[in-house]
């Protein structure tokens, strides 16, 4: 089992900064990497960007590369995502994930462990 829990969201103005926390606990030595997705109102959850937990190799969704960077500390046990340059079309709802498949992680079904989402909001 791993549990993972968000923070950090909140609500911003478009061109700024924030970034988001993910804490997990349990099982975490076996996870293979550690993804981010979001669902905005009326869409489909849709893959933001991933980073593997052994070693550092990171892939982000177009719509976010060189604006969004994903980190982790494995010490803490904690993934963030780092986010500059907002957009309004970035308000969602944020989720981390965790994986054990060795799968190319872009697809939410890949993922067996999802925190419970932090709020961003993008206000123009």
């Known amino acids: 089992q791993v549990q993972l829990v968000e923070s950090g969201g909140g609500l911003v103005q478009t061109g700024d900064s924030l970034r988001l926390s993910c804490a997990a606990s349990g099982r975490t030595f076996s996870c293979s990497r550690m993804g981010w997705f979001r669902r905005a109102p009326g869409n489909a959850r849709e893959f933001v960007g991933l980073?593997?937990?052994?070693?550092?190799?990171?892939n982000y969704a177009d719509s976010v590369k060189g604006r969004f960077t994903i980190s982790k500390d494995n010490a803490k046990n904690t993934v963030y995502l780092q986010m500059t340059s907002l957009k309004s079309e970035d308000t969602a709802i944020y989720y981390c994930a965790a994986s054990f498949s060795w799968s190319s992680g872009l697809v939410s079904g890949e993922y067996e462990y999802w925190g419970q989402g932090t709020q961003v909001t993008v206000s123009s």
């Open positions: 980073i593997r937990w052994r070693g550092s190799r990171t």
